[in-house]
């Protein structure tokens, strides 16, 4: 009896079916995760490229524009959730010694640089003397709705800086 049940090879792909699905099926939302999350990483990317550069076209900004062009950062993040996005634009120019000062700056969920204060995240000898440019700073923090490989939420930093294209300087117009 015994050697007949040995011999029986019916249900041996069923075993290795059960043993081999749950990796498989963690393999696959993992990689889903991952996807999701690096799909969040880039559109986070392109909110901070692009509210540099719609800024950068002006030589000018006021409240109601700077306000549009929050809401086109917010409306790239789709179709993932803008609620966690936060931004800040700043215009940072060189002083006499090349050192970046902040000359305005906004922000809709970041806290506002103040005027004056010297600007740190500008890399080293990206500005000369009298040199301005228009800094775009995005912090995104992205939720998997799987949680399976990622039970945490993953938090998306950005910065650019953009020269602006009409004017030396983008001035603030209150």
Same mark, same amino acid.
């Given at each position: $009896? =015994?050697?007949? #049940? +040995?011999?029986?090879?019916?249900?041996?792909?069923?075993?290795? #079916?059960?043993?081999?699905?749950?990796?498989?099926? %963690?393999?696959?939302? +993992?990689?889903?995760? =991952?996807?999701?999350?690096?799909?969040?990483?880039?559109?986070? !990317?392109?909110?901070?490229?692009?509210?540099?550069?719609?800024?950068?076209? !002006?030589?000018?900004?006021?409240?109601?524009?700077? *306000?549009?062009? #929050?809401?086109? +950062?917010?409306?790239? %993040?789709?179709?993932?959730?803008?609620?966690?996005?936060?931004?800040?634009? !700043?215009?940072?120019?060189?002083?006499?010694?090349?050192?970046?000062?902040?000359?305005?700056?906004? +922000?809709?969920? $970041?806290?506002? %640089?103040?005027?004056?204060? @010297?600007? @740190?995240?500008?890399?080293?000898?990206? %500005?000369?003397?009298?040199?301005? &440019? &228009? $800094?775009?700073?995005?912090?995104? @923090?992205?939720?998997?709705? =799987?949680?399976? @490989? =990622?039970?945490?939420?993953? *938090?998306?930093?950005?910065? #650019?800086?953009?020269?602006?294209?009409?004017?030396?300087?983008?001035?603030?117009?209150?």
């Amino acid at each position: $009896m =015994l050697r007949s #049940f +040995g011999a029986d090879r019916r249900g041996v792909a069923a075993i290795e #079916f059960a043993l081999i699905a749950p990796v498989m099926i %963690l393999l696959y939302l +993992g990689l889903a995760e =991952l996807t999701l999350a690096m799909m969040a990483e880039r559109r986070a !990317s392109h909110a901070a490229s692009v509210v540099a550069d719609l800024v950068a076209q !002006s030589s000018q900004m006021n409240a109601t524009q700077m *306000t549009d062009v #929050f809401q086109v +950062g917010d409306a790239i %993040l789709a179709p993932f959730p803008a609620s966690t996005l936060k931004m800040r634009v !700043s215009s940072v120019k060189a002083d006499a010694n090349a050192v970046p000062k902040v000359v305005w700056s906004r +922000g809709d969920g $970041m806290t506002a %640089l103040g005027a004056g204060a @010297t600007a @740190t995240a500008v890399p080293a000898n990206l %500005l000369a003397s009298g040199d301005s &440019v &228009v $800094m775009a700073e995005v912090s995104y @923090t992205w939720d998997s709705p =799987l949680k399976k @490989t =990622l039970p945490n939420a993953l *938090t998306f930093r950005q910065t #650019f800086f953009l020269k602006p294209r009409k004017s030396p300087e983008v001035v603030w117009l209150g």
